[in-house]
């Protein structure tokens, strides 16, 4: 067990540090955007740390629906990512032979809106179909 | 001595030979730098006034296996240049540049960055004016004899246009080894309605705001041609409407400054072609499949240590964007979708 500050309010400290310090005194428009780009990321590691856990297991769950696989979830995290990547290669397998389950579309969809959630949440919330 | 030093020496032969013996490099500037080339801006002093130019020069790596090197760009921008279309004025392919090959072209003085270009106030009016001119300008490049576009990259003999833009996407998926269900179904989809081929044209390969210089009154010439090649007009004429080329401007449908039909209106009509924007939905999905599939790659040049960078790192993370307007694209409910 780790003391505090936790894994979260290091990545806010982090973020503040360089949103609030040390982007003011960069000039170089490149470096500036660079940096802007780092503060994102660091939102978004914040966003995955609370959110991942529970958005793999639920992937896991989908896939395994959809592609009829009956064996319990693996407990392990690292096991558990390992695992829905296996099925999304199976899928992305099937899918090419023109095969894909009946179903795929919305599993797949919900996966990408899962990726969204960390990786871009207010593009998710904005998207309209245009 | 310094990188900017070096090459200023290596450069000033060339400048006399251009421009008489009383030129000089008066300055070089690093504007862009990455693992497969640089951009440098290149102000010479002449005894008759001063010339600003750009100059690319190799750095060795590639992009995508399908990007020109120095030599192929240069000749792709020289063919546009001849036949009018508004880019750089080509000066010169430098095979030797401190080791590395280079060309020289004008530097044209506007605005490039796309963000800039879809909301500045003081650029209103060349918003207005940017979808037709980009329209009429894809049409002259179009227009370019393709036989003399022979050696860039293009189908083989027999394959349709289309199918070798499609084939050309699905390898280059395939070099990754982790897997993207949503750009498999963008590719099954894709296969499942192949649209009617039409002869290649020279393509220039990312026409898009962004790659587009613009001053008040609107274009004022097309950048980055390492992606040109020989293909099917319908990939340049939706590449720059993608969602992600609208830059937040979700609503105006050509680059994020204006509709599509004036687009097309103006390439139409200077081509004498109908495109229609429900015939373009195919190359639109896979414009968009273009796109996320380059997030992944150049994502793996981040990984691999080929080019280590955040920038880099940071588009393996964008990949989700492009994959949700892909489905949204995809399912028949989509307000413009085709039907089947």
């Known amino acids: 067990m780790q003391d505090r500050p936790t894994a979260p309010e290091l990545l806010d400290a982090v973020r503040e540090f360089i949103a609030t310090e040390l982007l003011p005194t960069v000039g170089d428009a490149r470096l500036r955007f660079r940096t802007l780009v780092a503060a994102n990321l660091l939102d978004m590691l914040r966003r995955e740390l609370a959110l991942e856990p529970l958005l793999l297991r639920a992937e896991w769950e989908r896939l395994a629906g959809l592609l009829g ?6 407990l392990n995290e690292r096991e558990l990512a390992a695992a829905v990547v296996a099925q999304q290669a199976a899928l992305c397998a099937l899918i090419r032979e023109n095969r894909a389950p009946t179903g795929t579309f919305g599993v797949v969809t919900n996966a990408v809106r899962a990726k969204l959630e960390i990786a871009n949440p207010r593009y998710l919330s904005d998207f309209e179909p245009v | 001595m310094n990188e900017a030093a070096a090459l200023g020496e290596a450069l000033a032969p060339w400048a006399r030979e251009q421009s008489g013996s009383g030129a000089s490099i008066a300055g070089l500037t690093l504007l862009a730098g990455g693992a497969s080339q640089q951009s440098w801006r290149l102000d010479i002093t002449t005894p008759t006034g001063a010339l600003a130019l750009v100059m690319r020069r190799d750095m060795g790596g590639r992009m995508f296996a399908a990007a020109l090197g120095r030599a192929d760009e240069f000749a792709a921008i020289e063919l546009a240049w001849r036949a009018g279309v508004p880019v750089p004025r080509p000066y010169a392919y430098l095979p030797d540049v401190q080791g590395k090959a280079a060309f020289v072209m004008a530097c044209l003085e506007g605005e490039t960055l796309g963000r800039r270009i879809v909301r500045e106030p003081r650029l209103a009016q060349a918003r207005a004016a940017l979808p037709a001119q980009m329209g009429r300008a894809l049409a002259a490049i179009h227009a370019i004899p393709v036989a003399d576009a022979a050696f ?3 189908p083989a003999v027999g394959e349709g246009a289309a199918a070798y833009g ?3 996407l699905a390898q280059e998926l395939a070099t990754v080894s982790e897997p993207y269900p949503a750009l498999e179904l963008g590719l099954a989809w894709l296969r ?5 081929e039409v002869p290649p044209v020279l393509c220039h390969g990312d026409f898009r705001v962004g790659n587009m210089v613009v001053n ?4 004022v010439g097309v950048l980055d041609w390492e992606f040109a090649h020989r293909g099917h007009p319908g ?22 400054v204006g509709d599509l039909a004036a687009f097309l209106d103006g390439y139409n009509t200077a ?6 924007e429900r015939e373009l939905y195919w190359f639109e999905v896979a414009s968009n499949l273009k796109w996320a599939i380059a997030t992944v790659t150049q994502a793996r040049r981040h990984l691999s240590g080929q080019e280590p960078s955040l920038e880099l790192a940071s588009l393996g993370r964008m990949t989700a964007e492009i994959e949700l307007e892909i489905l949204s ?10 039907g089947d």
Request: proline share 14%.
């Open chain 2, 329 to 338: 694209l995809l399912d028949p409910r989509h307000p413009r979708h085709p």
């Open chain 1, 69 to 74: 696989n009956a064996s319990p979830p693996p």
């Open chain 2, 216 to 219: 008040d009154a609107g274009l």
């Open chain 2, 271 to 276: 081509r004498g072609t109908a495109f229609s």
């Open chain 2, 192 to 196: 499942g309605r192949m649209p009617d």
């Open chain 2, 152 to 154: 860039l990259p293009g």
């Open chain 2, 166 to 168: 499609l084939r050309v």
């Open chain 2, 235 to 256: 990939e340049d004429l939706t590449f720059g409407a993608i969602r992600a080329w609208r830059f937040g401007e979700a609503g105006k449908r050509y680059g994020g």
